[in-house]
């Protein structure tokens, strides 16, 4: 549980609708201090390792997955490829070639951190091409995709979020073939579990991979974002307007390797490309995420299911998450109660029931629209430290373990 001295005063607000100014007031108030006390509840992880720990938000895929890995001792590199391409099949509505791509990989001593986005073609293509450059992706793409191809299925269970996509998108899709005839039964939606006859991964013609540069903006010393934290300093929210699909998932070995990706598409007009099982392109919003490096412990934190992801992974700094010490203690702030400001109108957005009377009290004192909401935001991570790694999931919303199944 977080006990906090809330010392983040909004009075600037009664008087100016600039955001920019009011984020220069507040950067120089007190901010608040998080005293972390031991949680008192069962921990949200698995107590015992397990040969490989799968992650996912459907238990369709910790249940069925495992089932095809043939050799657990291949790199966690290419067992994430080999994931990778069992969500394109699975998830083909936010994973697949064209989807921007957020990896992030522990290897022996070697990691790897970086958002595949506007630069590449094939962002989630070009990220393996990347990896298979430097040394971490061992055996050939084309070597896995044959081996998905000859392993995977032919039928696929529809899972949840694939479900509320072709319920979303039912009149577009029926009205082509390859819709149609794929997704529906007696034009009704496929269901949840029920199965779709998939067709074969190919592997799309690419241009040169472009230089591979690193982007990554310091805080402090310990926390560290690939988006400059600067802005909001400023006032200069990264807020998207377009709604895009995604899908975090990732693999954890009980050496403490990990590999760890989020892929987001935008929809569109529905006319997908050869090697596309479903529609859609990179997304041109933020794919945020952060890092937390101190001694020989490293945190991951990937922002998520928000307009502005960034902004809810730079409040944790100031609430000072890279001062947490443990897994436990990053999990207590990532439950913390969010905020978030929005614009075109201006207005706050509060999980008011996880946060205390008083401070509810104080935002709807102010002049300035306050909405309730119930959850703000995903942010999942990875905490490692030498040979352990442990998936810290958030409470928001269900996430699952394979190693949980057991």
């Known amino acids: 549980m977080i006990k906090i001295n809330y010392t983040f005063i909004l009075l600037l607000l009664l008087t100016t609708t600039s955001c920019s100014r009011y984020i220069s007031y507040i950067e120089k108030q007190q901010r608040p201090e998080l005293k972390i006390i031991k949680p008192k509840e069962k921990s949200p992880w698995c107590k015992e390792e397990t040969k490989i720990n799968v992650l996912h938000n ?27 391409l069992y969500q394109m099949f699975s998830r083909p509505d936010a994973t697949d070639w064209y989807s921007r791509a957020q990896v992030h990989i522990k290897q022996g001593n070697k990691t790897f951190h970086h958002d595949f986005g506007l630069l590449y073609q094939y962002p989630v293509l070009n990220a393996f091409k990347e990896l298979r450059k430097q040394g971490l992706l061992k055996k050939s793409i084309k070597y896995w995709v044959q081996k998905a191809n000859n392993t995977y299925p032919r039928k696929i269970k529809v899972l949840k979020e694939l479900n509320g996509f072709i319920s979303q998108y039912q009149k577009g899709l029926r009205e082509t073939f390859w819709g149609k005839n794929k997704f529906f039964k007696v034009d009704t939606p496929l269901q949840y579990k ?13 241009d040169n ?16 974002c690939n988006f400059d934290s600067h802005l909001y300093q400023k006032g200069i929210f990264l807020i998207s307007n377009s709604s895009q699909r995604e899908n975090t998932f990732g693999l954890v070995k009980e050496n403490g390797d990990y590999f760890f ?12 490309q ?19 490096s101190k001694g ?20 944790l700094h100031n609430y000072g998450i890279h001062k947490a010490q443990t897994p436990e ?8 109660p969010r905020h978030q400001f929005l614009l075109k109108p201006a207005r706050l957005l509060y999980e008011s029931k996880k ?3 008083k401070k509810l009290r104080y935002f709807l004192n102010l002049d300035f629209p306050v909405y309730h909401v119930e959850n703000l935001g995903l942010i999942e991570g990875i905490w490692s430290q030498k040979n352990k790694s442990i998936f810290i999931s958030d409470p928001r919303r269900p996430s699952f373990q394979s190693c949980q199944e057991n």
């Open 209 to 224: 991979l472009p230089a591979f540069r690193p982007i990554i903006f310091p805080i402090n010393e310990s926390y560290s």
């Open 58 to 84: 459907d238990l369709v895929t910790i249940r069925d997955f495992p089932k095809y890995i043939i050799d657990s001792n291949q790199s966690i590199t290419d067992l994430g490829l080999y994931y990778t």
């Open 329 to 336: 203690e990053v999990f207590e702030y990532i439950k913390y």
């Open 274 to 292: 050869k090697t596309q099982i479903l529609p859609g392109k990179k997304t041109q919003s933020l794919n945020p995420y952060c890092l937390i």
């Open 296 to 315: 020989s412990s490293e945190t991951v934190l990937i922002g998520s299911s928000s307009r502005d992801s960034g902004q809810l992974l730079y409040h």
């Open 355 to 357: 946060g205390t009377e």
């Open 261 to 272: 990706m989020h892929t987001e598409k935008e929809i569109g007009d529905l006319v997908k």
């Open 194 to 206: 029920e199965t779709y006859l998939r067709t074969n991964i190919r592997i799309p013609r690419t």
